[in-house]
Each structure stands twice: as C-alpha cells, then as structure tokens.
C-alpha cells in the first residue's frame, strides 16, 4: 500500500479520500486528538473522483446564483427562496471549517483551494426576468444576501460579465450578482487534510487499496481491504466506518447489510464540459453565471458559464452536459455498476424511477449522442459569440443520484445528499450529490453529532469542536443573528483571503 504508516484495528476507518472523508476526519482528529484513523483509497492518488478538480463546476454552493434552488413561486406570488437561505447556512460551516484549517496550517495557502469569484444569475425573456426580479426582493429581504445586486441595465451587465451581451439581440434581460462568491478546487481541499491527517498521531492513509467487503462482528466492524499492487486482501477492524465513497458507496452500504440499507438505489448521471484557456476569453470573464434549467434538465444540468481556478491557472468552463451511463465511478467504475446494484429490495423503486423519469432519461440518452454544434448552441444562448476553435469537451465526474422507497410511494431521484446510518451508530454512509462538495461541513458535522455525541457532549469536546465550526450549534438563518454572522463569515473570508 502506497502509505507509510498503517494503523492497525484503528477507532475509525474512512472509505474514500474524497472531500467527504477528509472533512471527517479532519474534524474528528480536531475534536478528539486521542482518536486512531486510517483512511482507504482504491485510486492511485488521492481526491481523483467527483471531488477533482475538474470533475466538478467547483461553484461554492451558497444560494446566490443557483436558480435551481428556488425553482417556485409561494403562495404570495412571489419566489420560494427558503432553500436557498438554507444553503447559504450550510455553507457558513465550510467557511468557518476551511478558515480554521487555514489559520492553524493544516492548508498552507487558501490560493490553493479557494478563490473569490462573484456568483451571478442571468435570465433573459420577460418571464424570466419577473421571476429573477422577485427572486431579488424576496432574497434580499434577509441578511445573508444583503448585499446582492440586480440590473436590467445593459451597460451594468456588460460591466459585470462582458462576454453574455455579446451579439445578444434586444429581448430583456436581467442579471443579480453577489460579490463575495467563491471558486473552490474541491479536489486540492481534500488533498492537503488528508495530507495533514495523515501525518497526526494514530493515523494514516493508503491508495491502491480497494474496501472490497465490510461485516459487523460484535462491536466491531470488520474491513477487507484488497491492495490494488500486491493483489493481497487484509482485514482491519474498527468502531466506527465511514462510507465516504461517492459513486462507490451504494455497492460498500449494500455490503455492510444494515437494515437501513433497504430499497436504496443508484442512478448515475454522466457529465461533460467544454472548457476553454485561451486568454483572451478567459481574460475577460471572471464570475460564475447560473442560467435557468432547459425543459426535462435535471437540476444538476442547469447550464453555468464559470471562471476555473486550477493550480493557479485560470479557464472558462461552461456545462455541464448531462450524459447516460451505467458507470458508479469515473475512474474505476464498471459498466456493471448499476446492473450489479439491483437487489430485491430496490428493484420496484429502480423500474417506477424508470418509468416515472421518461423525459429524463431521453433526455440524458439525447445529451451524450449531441454533435459539438449543438453543444455549442447551448453554450451560445449563453454567449453568443461562441467559437467553436476557442472551446474543447472534457469528461466531468459522475452523480450517483440516490434512489429510495418513500412513504410507499413510487421510486424517487433525489439531487441531494443522503445520509445512511445504522441503528447502533456505528456505520454511516452518504449517497447522492448535489450541492455536495459545498455543504461537505455541515453533512460532517451531522454525522458526528449523531455518531460521536458523547465525544461531542464533553465540555473539551465542545471547546475544541466551537474552535473548528464556530457556529455549528447556533442557528444564523434567525434575524437576531445578523450580526454574528457576519462577525464569523468576515473572520473566515479572511482568513481565506476572499476579503481583504
Ligand atoms: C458534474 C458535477 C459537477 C459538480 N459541481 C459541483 C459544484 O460546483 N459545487 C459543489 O459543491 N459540488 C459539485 N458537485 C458535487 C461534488 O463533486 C460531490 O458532492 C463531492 O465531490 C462528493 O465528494 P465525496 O467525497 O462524497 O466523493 P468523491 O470525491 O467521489 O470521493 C469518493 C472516493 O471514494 C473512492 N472509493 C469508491 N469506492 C471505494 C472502495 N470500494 N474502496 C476504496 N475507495 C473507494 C473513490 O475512488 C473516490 O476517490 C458536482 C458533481 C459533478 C459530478
């Protein structure tokens, strides 16, 4: 195993090296130096799955620009914005988490993983521009997005992001932009904590190391794990697993046979990008530019034109084109994956999710077979000055959307992140995706409420969990919280250097 120390029958064993797993065990080892962790790969390196860097839009998920996120009007005729004040709090928590990794040294230099990037939202026709214009009272109205601006003013649009006007025709047009975005290399993120767990006391980390079976044998968790170079199986134990492996964690739950396992599925959704580095675009564009998802789109595909900063060189990225595959992981996924994942208990779910999502897959079967001309329709009803010679198609990372049974009803995709514990709490697996990597904090920081209160309930565990997560416990989103939370989000930012 490509690692220099291996903990034997550790408290803790992480599955996966993506953001994900390194959160935890960041967190955990911050909460509880006395802790043994040893973290499984089954990549030669680490973070190479969704979390890398060009697996993903790197967008950090706060609710400023995504438009999928408040899809609906309320009952007042207005926009539902609920969702995306709820993110923009779950965000607060990898802000303050990265802050702290960055002012203790665990990340040398934010520049590495973090870059301020304002977030945009563009909508064109009158429809469109109604719905943008109410999303701007309703949002504003609350102190997380105080700050947000909206125009319909050409000269203002032209200012904040010069490239959509171009060869735009005279239908209206509507912009918000929120200055204090950010760009985040998920994948560079996970990289330097687990870089950082892996030289804490009590822990460590391999690659080429495959968790082929997982069973539990008294209080403890038996783990196989097969070293990809020696061909060798080893078993390890431990309290407590972590199913922390993206588009690999539905088959390792499977495995574990926890009751709650029951009637999950997988439902992978393919991506790719056009990216282009020529400097004159890339020169003029720095901001990240949601648009409004076309017809059967899943939420996942609403088209984006976003800067990318990638080892401190920037690109235009725009996408995602969703595309059909039966593949769990990009990198070493199976065409297998999806068949191998039906089981008794799901089958039901996976046929009404068949039958109950036509559109969807049509649509995901019409994207991956789409010439490049089309491709470059889409990007055009963004920018439409598009040239094809500026823009080249890359492979994005899979979603494994989850699929469950719920309220006996019909199967159900669900674009958010599942969380999957044990009854005993001693197993927790996350499926699903979206907004994933950006909210990565706040789904640890459940698991380790749930899974390690009693470590948590201490007056030292507390303490050294407030000094990581200032306010995990506290709730920002109550109008009386206004101004600790921006005392707390400054203090991250900049540490981060997203504000001076
Ligand atoms: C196209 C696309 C765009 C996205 N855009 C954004 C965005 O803009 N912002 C955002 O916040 N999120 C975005 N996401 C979501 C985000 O990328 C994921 O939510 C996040 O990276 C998931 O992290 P993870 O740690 O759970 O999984 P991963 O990063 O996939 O890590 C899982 C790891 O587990 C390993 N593994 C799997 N099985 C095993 C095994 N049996 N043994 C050992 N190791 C194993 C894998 O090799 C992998 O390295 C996007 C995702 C996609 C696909």
């Not at 707390?488 to 504000?499: G, K």
Request: hydrophobic share 35%; aromatic share 8%; glycine share 10%.
């Amino acid at each position: 195993m490509k690692s220099e120390i291996h903990i034997e029958n550790p408290d803790v064993i992480l599955i996966g090296s993506g953001i994900m797993s390194a959160t935890l065990g960041a967190v955990l080892k911050e909460m509880d130096p006395s802790l043994r962790i040893q973290l499984y790969e089954v990549t030669d390196g680490l973070a190479c799955e969704a979390s890398n860097g060009w697996h993903n839009a790197g967008t950090g998920h706060a609710g400023l620009c995504e438009l999928s996120y408040t899809p609906d009007y309320g009952a007042d005729g207005e926009v539902d914005v609920s969702k995306a004040i709820e993110i923009f709090h779950q965000f607060e928590h990898s802000l303050q988490f990265w802050g702290h990794a960055v002012r203790t040294g665990m990340i040398k230099d934010p520049k590495d993983f973090v870059n301020p990037v304002p977030h945009l939202s563009f909508v064109y026709g009158q429809e469109q521009v109604d719905f943008l214009r109410s999303r701007h009272r309703q949002l504003t109205k609350h102190h997380f997005f105080k700050e947000m601006e909206y125009t319909e003013d050409r000269d203002t649009i032209r200012k904040w992001s010069p490239l959509i006007l171009e060869g735009r025709d005279n239908e209206p047009v509507a912009m918000t932009r929120m200055p204090h975005g950010t760009d985040v290399n998920f994948g560079a993120l996970a990289d330097g904590l687990i870089q950082w767990l892996g030289k804490q006391e009590g822990c460590g980390f391999a690659t080429q190391s495959r968790v082929t079976d997982l069973t539990k044998c008294g209080e403890k968790w038996e783990v196989k794990v097969k070293n990809l170079q020696t061909k060798q199986t080893i078993t390890n134990t431990a309290e407590f697993v972590f199913i922390g492996g993206g588009g690999g964690s539905l088959p390792l739950l499977q495995k574990s046979g926890i009751a709650e396992a029951k009637g999950f599925g997988g439902f992978p959704i393919g991506g790719q990008w056009l990216i282009s580095e020529k400097p004159e675009l890339v020169n003029q564009h720095t901001a990240k530019v949601y648009g409004m998802s076309p017809g059967a789109a899943p939420t996942m595909a609403v088209p984006h034109l976003d800067t990318r900063i990638i080892d401190g060189k920037k690109a235009l990225l725009f996408g995602p084109y969703a595309s059909w595959t039966t593949k769990f992981l990009h990198e070493k996924g199976s065409a297998f994956d999806l068949p191998g994942s039906i089981r008794l208990d799901n089958i039901g779910s996976l046929i009404k999710v068949g039958l109950h999502n036509i559109p969807l897959v049509r649509y995901l079967v019409q994207q991956g077979t789409q010439s490049m001309e089309t491709r470059l329709g889409e990007l055009r009803n963004f920018y439409p000055d598009a040239k094809a010679e500026d823009w080249k198609l890359i492979d994005a990372g899979i979603r494994v959307q989850a699929i469950k049974k719920e309220d006996g009803d019909a199967g159900i995709v669900h674009f958010g992140t599942e969380m999957v514990t044990s009854a005993d709490r001693s197993l927790t697996a996350l499926l699903g995706a979206s907004p994933g990597a950006s909210v990565s904090t706040n789904v640890i920081v459940q698991i380790v409420q749930k899974c390690f209160a009693d470590k948590l309930k201490t007056t030292d565990g507390h303490r050294r969990m407030k000094a990581v997560i200032p306010t995990f416990d506290e709730d920002l989103t109550l109008a009386n919280m206004a101004e600790r939370q921006k005392t707390v989000s400054d203090e991250a930012m900049q540490s981060l250097r997203i504000l001076s």
